[in-house]
């Protein structure tokens, strides 16, 4: 957490943090946005072994272990989701991908 920035100059700059201070955990707030067969969109993280990774636009990590799409989606992809169970053990929202918004490159 910073507790505190001081600077004079563009090359002084003082950081004053503190690494023990509690953080207000933003994750569990968040999932109580999401709701079961809620439609949400997201941007492809990372793709391993037919598990997609899935960050979703309104702030949760989300889990996809299959794709209702002819062309399967990649890594940057971004993709509608539908969420068919929220696992508050590891907070994410798992879920069906249905569709290709947008093709990264």
Known sequence: MVN???GTEPG?????VD??????????DNLRKC???GKYTGVITEVYK???FIRLDIGINAVAHSCNMSALPGKGDKI???VTRINDNYEVAEGII???IK???
């Open 4 to 6: 505190k920035v001081e």
């Open 12 to 16: 002084e700059i003082h950081v004053e």
């Open 19 to 28: 690494a023990k201070s509690p953080t207000a955990n933003i994750n569990k």
């Open 35 to 37: 709701h079961r067969q």
């Open 50 to 52: 037919g598990t997609y």
């Open 80 to 82: 509608g989701i539908v």
């Open 98 to 100: 249905t569709r290709l």
């Open 103 to 105: 093709r990264w490159k």
